[in-house]
Every structure is written in structure tokens, then in C-alpha cells.
């Protein structure tokens, strides 16, 4: 069975730093899914990012950034110039490659808080 | 679209009565979940579908019944609430994966907060 890691329960930095989220993750597969999601205070479960295994370079949305180490099975996620409003818990999830299989397994989170 | 939508948002249960938890989306997706989340550890998979009338286990089944007799609504069943069902539930729902294909974003509900005393 895949299991997911987020070793940071809480991390806090000032707005406008650079803050790197850990995760890493354990399968036998060798074509997968990996995603972050973002959960602010309402709960609303918001994807920030994803990436497929096979892809070798690294996905980016904006502000927010992966290093991707396969071999390692570490899937960071990197946070520029950040803001009040990406105070949130994070959550790292990974999704077998199986076709029809759609199941995600997440970590258990880190509580981020960007500070004013 | 409303997307995924739960009712209701809040609910408390005495140890021992049912209750359905409400599921329905309108993007036509084939693939519907519902994972509970309790503190400390991330969300964990209950039961999912792939289609109307298909339904299977996740990964924390016991206690929990769902069917699946149309594509838009997904309800999730508890047949006799005990404490440790206190958490919050997530319904999901994604297009269903073809051959080759590559997954697509899961969009989930905002979630009901159930309290089992």
C-alpha cells in the first residue's frame, strides 16, 4: 500500500519569504499522480498543483513551485513571495497510476501560517 | 455549475441513530468518493464509485454504507453512529479515467461536519 509522509506538522514565516513544504511518499509504481492541496479555514479542499511521474521537469503554478526527486520518492512543494492568504493547511497526496483507479492517498498535513 | 455540493454542513448525532450524508454534483462525473478527515491525519478514502450502480470499499469502510443509483448524487449512509465517526466528510467527484488517460482534478464538496456524542 502507498503511504504519504509530511514530516512539518506547523510552519510559520514572514510575508514575502520563500517557505518549502515536505513530503515523501512510498510506492512500488512506477507511473503515478502526485498533487498538493491547499485547505484554507473554510475547509474547502483547493488543488495548488500536480505532477505525473513520468514527467521529468518539475511543475509551476505562479508562486508555487515542485522539486520533484523521483528516485528519492520526495515531492516538495516551494512557496515564493508569500501571502497573507496562503495561511492554509497543506496536505501532499498521491494517486496510483492504475487506470480507472482514482484513489488518493494524502499525508497528514502542515499547518502553514504566514505572518504579517 | 454549483460543482459538488454536501448537506448538511453541521450535524449532531447521539451514539446509535443513522443518518445520510448528501452528495451531489452536476459536471457529469463518473468518479465520486467520500473521505473523512480527522485531526492529525489526512483525508482518508471511505468508499468511492466508478458509475451508477458500482460502488466499492476504501480505505475505512466499516460503518459506512453508499449506493449509487444515478450519476449526479453519491449519499453516504451511517447505520448506527458511534463517537469515533465524529469528523468531517468530504465528497469528491472527478471524470472517470479512460484507457491511457491521464487523471483530472478532483473537485471536492465543502464538507459536513458530523459530531457523534
Known amino acids: 500500500a502507498q503511504t504519504v509522509t509530511q514530516s512539518q506538522p506547523e510552519m510559520s514565516v514572514q510575508e514575502a519569504e520563500t517557505v518549502t513544504l515536505s513530503c515523501t511518499y512510498d510506492?512500488?509504481?512506477?507511473?503515478?499522480?502526485l498533487f498538493w492541496y491547499k485547505q484554507p479555514p473554510s475547509r474547502q479542499m483547493i488543488l495548488v498543483i500536480r505532477?505525473?511521474?513520468?514527467?521529468?521537469q518539475n511543475a509551476t503554478e505562479n508562486r508555487f513551485s515542485v522539486n520533484f526527486q523521483k528516485a528519492a520518492k520526495s515531492f516538495s512543494l516551494k512557496i515564493s513571495d508569500s501571502q497573507l492568504g496562503d495561511t492554509a493547511m497543506y496536505f501532499c497526496a498521491f494517486m496510483t497510476g492504475i487506470q480507472g483507479a482514482q484513489k488518493l492517498v494524502f499525508g497528514q498535513g502542515t499547518r502553514l501560517t504566514i505572518n504579517p | 455549475n454549483a460543482g459538488v455540493t454536501q448537506t448538511p454542513k453541521f450535524q449532531v448525532l447521539k451514539t446509535g441513530q443513522s443518518m445520510t450524508l448528501q452528495c451531489a454534483q452536476d459536471m457529469n462525473h463518473e468518479y465520486m468518493s467520500w473521505y473523512r478527515q480527522d485531526p492529525g491525519m489526512g483525508l482518508r478514502l471511505i468508499h468511492y464509485s466508478v458509475g451508477a450502480g458500482i460502488t466499492d470499499q476504501g480505505e475505512v469502510p466499516n460503518g459506512y454504507n453508499v449506493s449509487r443509483s444515478t450519476t449526479e448524487d453519491f449519499p453516504l449512509r451511517l447505520l448506527s453512529a458511534a463517537p469515533s465517526q465524529t469528523s468531517v466528510y468530504f465528497c469528491a467527484s472527478t471524470t472517470q479515467r479512460g484507457a491511457g488517460g491521464r487523471a483530472d482534478t478532483q473537485y471536492f464538496g465543502p464538507g459536513t461536519r458530523l459530531t457523534v456524542l
Open positions: 505532477q505525473e511521474a513520468y514527467k521529468q
Open positions: 510506492t512500488s509504481e512506477s507511473n503515478y499522480y
